[in-house]
DNA sequence: TGGCTCCTCCAATACTCTTTGGAATATCGT
DNA sequence: ACGATATTCCAAAGAGTATTGGAGGAGCCA
């Protein structure tokens, strides 16, 4: 093996995690796995994939180190294999949204106009967290919220909010969390609470910017 | 277009970006564009591929906003489109050799003990560089020395080393630098620099890690 | 204009990846 | 051991990608 055909394989293994963040498929999988860990069926039903695939996108992001499992009687449980994968699979949806029109038009055709929320940095809500100034809304569905959520956060999965309005106190700042920087359930959260006169702001990054930002996070007691 | 219409939609956004981080050769491309922006031909050269191939590769990089390019006469040269790709680059590598065994293994074939040879770290460098006690030596082909490098270093490329070691003073340390955290340059240089009785390192992170840090850099005067 | 060089485009081939449905496997509870 | 459930494995079809050689286009220089 010459030199040329040894650094071809280095090239080689460098790519293997890129091919791992090129599909739309694995990439949802990663930020669905980066609220916790969850089982195959479960990621395949939040991402409405069919089990198989789920399976085999699964496998793809372990051969690259991306996702690790643990079997937990009849099921597996995966997770993301460390931070820096969240970081990782971050910097390539920023980018693409800060560098490609096109995605940037994909974000604003999902999200909305995200930025005329004025979307609350972490460390602006961690020092008001502190304040105990703000209601803070974890608008994820449930089981994410028991995987883990910002100290003191209150859970109303986003598909409940408009129901539950009048439990929400009159008066108080509002900041609303969910998946990410491109999840769209805290932007449609605080435009709900907007129109009734809530004064609401999305959390920027949701709970994994929070997690990455070195931040504390709560874990429901295990049952 | 439905909700769900609408997240696929944006996750195949993202996904380009991705795509465009999965073959061996269009990173290889990019480590080469970090030196310095180069013309398809040059380019094609250097990392042995065909031109009309290498012309596609770029347009693929070119499509996820990697690179861009400019016409000056009859050539087209390429450049990295900013200095955050050079950072999603590099930690795409870094992940892989920090989390697969088999790149990890690659990396040690093509490159040798790295960590053996103690890598000097940039700011290190940077420190001992005011202090006038070091000899930086660029190991990189000349015309990528022209493009941009460490002030006060001194260009020898990698293969006119051995013939150029009389001109080398006796006694001083000695700082290697080339293309990256995963070029042969400087680690071979290093070896043979100590082989015959100077004590040489490398430098962590070649040129593209010293721009990342915000060091600065001297672009020779153009012609 | 003609000839030269550099690059892009095109068409064809050979791969590789994605996705699906169904069969096979593993574990649990009875 | 058996049935139920969750996951993986497998085969096949379809889509997409890599690579090549050669034709075409664009700019330079005489």
């Given at each position: 093996?010459?030199?040329?055909?040894?650094?071809?394989?280095?090239?080689?293994?460098?790519?293997?995690v890129?091919?791992?963040?090129?599909?739309?498929?694995?990439?949802?999988?990663?930020?669905?796995?980066?609220?916790?860990?969850?089982?195959?069926?479960?990621?395949?039903?939040?991402?409405?994939?069919?089990?198989?695939?789920?399976?085999?996108?699964l496998?793809?992001?372990?051969?690259?180190?991306?996702?690790?499992?643990?079997?937990?009687?009849?099921?597996?449980?995966?997770?993301?294999?460390?931070?820096?994968?969240?970081?990782?699979?971050?910097?390539?949806?920023?980018?693409?949204a800060?560098?490609?029109?096109?995605?940037?038009?994909?974000?604003?055709?999902?999200?909305?106009?995200?930025?005329?929320?004025?979307?609350?940095?972490?460390?602006?809500?961690?020092?008001?967290?502190?304040?105990?100034?703000?209601l803070?809304?974890?608008?994820?569905?449930?089981?994410?919220?028991?995987?883990?959520?910002?100290?003191?956060?209150?859970?109303?999965?986003?598909?409940?909010?408009?129901?539950?309005?009048?439990?929400?106190?009159?008066?108080?700042?509002?900041?609303?969390?969910?998946?990410?920087?491109?999840?769209?359930?805290?932007?449609?959260?605080?435009?709900?609470?907007?129109?009734?006169?809530?004064?609401?702001?999305?959390?920027?990054?949701?709970?994994?910017?929070?997690?990455?930002?070195?931040?504390?996070?709560?874990?429901?007691?295990?049952?």
């Amino acid at each position: 093996m010459d030199e040329h055909a040894r650094k071809m394989a280095l090239y080689g293994q460098f790519a293997r995690v890129g091919k791992a963040l090129a599909s739309p498929a694995r990439l949802e999988l990663l930020d669905l796995l980066a609220q916790g860990e969850r089982s195959v069926e479960d990621l395949a039903a939040a991402a409405r994939m069919k089990t198989s695939n789920t399976s085999a996108q699964l496998h793809t992001l372990a051969a690259a180190g991306l996702v690790a499992s643990r079997r937990d009687g009849v099921r597996i449980y995966y997770r993301i294999a460390g931070h820096e994968v969240t970081a990782l699979a971050g910097r390539v949806q920023d980018f693409a949204a800060a560098r490609l029109a096109e995605a940037e038009r994909a974000a604003r055709g999902y999200l909305g106009d995200v930025a005329a929320l004025e979307p609350v940095g972490q460390d602006e809500l961690f020092r008001r967290l502190g304040e105990g100034q703000v209601l803070v809304l974890d608008v994820r569905p449930e089981a994410e919220y028991a995987a883990g959520h910002i100290p003191g956060a209150v859970s109303v999965p986003h598909d409940q909010l408009a129901a539950r309005l009048a439990e929400l106190p009159d008066g108080t700042d509002i900041v609303a969390y969910c998946r990410g920087r491109y999840c769209v359930f805290a932007p449609d959260a605080v435009r709900l609470l907007r129109a009734h006169g809530f004064p609401a702001r999305p959390l920027d990054g949701g709970l994994p910017g929070w997690r990455l930002a070195g931040l504390p996070v709560t874990v429901a007691a295990s049952a």
